[in-house]
């Protein structure tokens, strides 16, 4: 036991650099995002960018949901497989993986882009030309999804988040501001082909690294595709992502529905600044949830439950610092948006106690989804889902906006503490920070 825990508080101590410089890349990111998202909201105005915001969140949860969880599936089998020294299946569960997503996300992209051209009356005027433009990303993100999932299971962790969180962002920058100099109009279809470009690109280039690195260490052995296998992890884990996806979107994508794009585009400013606070979490989990698999491949209990007690005390104690920053910096850097956005301080200090709560309760969807537990995670989850749109539509018409963040941040804590209740109960594994 002792040289188990050893082991693990080795391995956690050696993932603090890795989760360090990911969550740098992810900061660096978030200030291109942040940047990019100000210039937008100054060039396009407030209902433009209200639209494009709206688009952009409708093609990252269908984006990351058309890999049907193989992104996340890649995190625990690749790790296994090479614990184990199974050559055959790795190789398959690439090429499987690889092209299932592109080409489920191709079909979706298809159909949502026909249903537009039979029915153009089924969505409003300003948002088709930027839906159909969004039709082209799609198959696109959900590739790069893949490789990011690849990468991570493969532990290039920087691999996986410089090229879709950092060059992703600072080419839509850089292409909108190019597409203004030359005369295109400051609407939300440019800016969304502006993303498209920038998706294309960054895609190239991680999907080129990561094939010469596996080119690299390729063996003799002839792949071998046990689909059913990785389906039924995946397809769990896929609800989960999506689900998880829904908490982070169903905030912006209810009140798309129930309010108007400028006042959309106030609360979504406040959600980009809070992506600061989830990205502690993301570093985190970048860094752990493959060696959540490998500990359990290779029988480790003793060192899981230190990798989980150090990372989850690690990571409660960097999302409250960072909250509390970016609560602190928020009037200004709300105020960079135009002057009426400050007015969402409020709702970023709802959705950071949320995330601030949730980090409490520990890493345990990576552990229920890493360990074999992902059915039963993917059921509260939806479950939990299901309650947070009830809660956000009851509360929106009586406070607004206040409604929405108050639902969004009770919807996340309420998660965190289901799930770490349920990896207790299935694993026998204290997930809080606080948990002796």
Known sequence: MAAGASLGEAEAGGGAGTALAVFGVRIAAAACAFVAQVLMARLMGGEEYGIFATVWVWTALLGHASTWGLSQAACRFLPTYRAQGAAGPERGFLAFGAVF???????????????????????????????????????????????????????????????????????????????IGFGAPAEAAVAVACTLAATALSLALQAATVMRRLR?????????????????????????????????????????????????????????????????????????????AGAQARDDRAGLEALVRRWSRLTLLATLATGLAVVAAGPLLLGLFGPDFREALPLLALLVAGHGLAAAFGPAEDLLTMLGSERACAAVTVGLLVAAVILTLALVPLLGLTGAALAASLATAGRGGALALLARRRLGLLTPAFAR
Do not use: K
């Not at 948002?127 to 959900?142: E, H, I, K, Q």
């Open 101 to 179: 997503s592109l080409a489920a996300a191709t079909l979706l992209a298809g159909l949502g882009a026909a249903l537009l051209w039979l029915r153009p009356g089924l969505v409003a005027g300003p948002y088709a030309g930027p839906l159909l433009v969004a039709a082209l990303v799609l198959p696109l993100f959900a590739l790069q999804d893949f490789c990011e999932g690849v990468a991570r299971g493969r532990h290039w962790t920087l691999l996986a988040v410089v090229p879709p969180y950092l060059l992703r962002q600072g080419l839509i920058m850089g292409m909108m501001l190019a597409a």
């Open 216 to 292: 690299a260490e390729r063996s003799a052995s002839r792949a071998r595709y046990p689909w059913r296998d990785w389906v039924r992890a995946a397809l769990p884990m896929a609800l989960i992502d999506l689900a998880g996806s829904g908490f982070n979107f169903v905030d912006v994508l209810v009140l798309g529905f129930l309010l108007p794009p400028a006042e959309v585009g106030a609360y979504f400013a406040a959600t980009r600044l809070l992506q600061f606070v989830v990205f502690v979490q993301y570093a985190a989990s970048s860094v752990t949830a493959q060696r959540f």
